[in-house]
């Protein structure tokens, strides 16, 4: 076998062509990753994100300089998408807050830290936390404390309100509002076993 014998893939089957007869390799591909513009390479990170969920400004940011992408280029970019709707703090803030008290049962200090970690801007946070109904926060906090006594029929008292009180401080409801309805369902469960 003479040593111009063709290269084959791993399988030794496929095209049968000499190394040195390849003239395309990745960086003379055009659309490969060596020869797209900063620009393209920005949108293209965006997009991609954009797709599995909504995001804040910050995290796109963060996103983008963790790419190693100019922060010229990063702030052209999201320039960009904010104008033309596609990034909006405000609307991705209020979804925030419904999905997630709805969906996961957060209260407003968890949303608050939530969305501060996500860099969005305090006077955001605090406008999309306005929107949130004070009586389906209560509400919300009593579906979770009575799908948690299910669980706690066989415990005393004082364990009992402990586990809930920390449960509802976890999710990140207020104080006042856990002890009022922790103390309202743990009395109203009392009521319905004396009633048997």
Known sequence: MSSEAPRRGRSGR??????????????????????????????????????????????????????????????????????????????????????RHQYQGLGRKALRFELRRKGVDDTVVTEALSGMDEDAESERARELVRRKLRTLSFVDDHVKRRRLLGMLARKGYGEGLSFRVVREEVEREQCGEDDL
Not at 18 to 44: L, V
């Open 14 to 99: 496929g095209r049968s062509t000499p190394a040195a007869d390849t003239p395309d390799t990745a960086q003379d591909q055009p659309g490969s990753a060596t020869t797209d513009s900063p620009e393209s390479r920005a949108r293209d990170v965006v997009y991609r994100l954009l797709a599995v969920r909504a995001r804040s400004e910050a995290e796109l940011r963060q996103a983008l300089l963790r790419k190693d992408i100019e922060e010229d280029v990063v702030d052209a970019t999201l320039r960009k998408f904010v104008d033309a709707g596609l990034v909006d703090d405000a609307e991705f803030a209020e979804s925030w807050v419904h999905q």
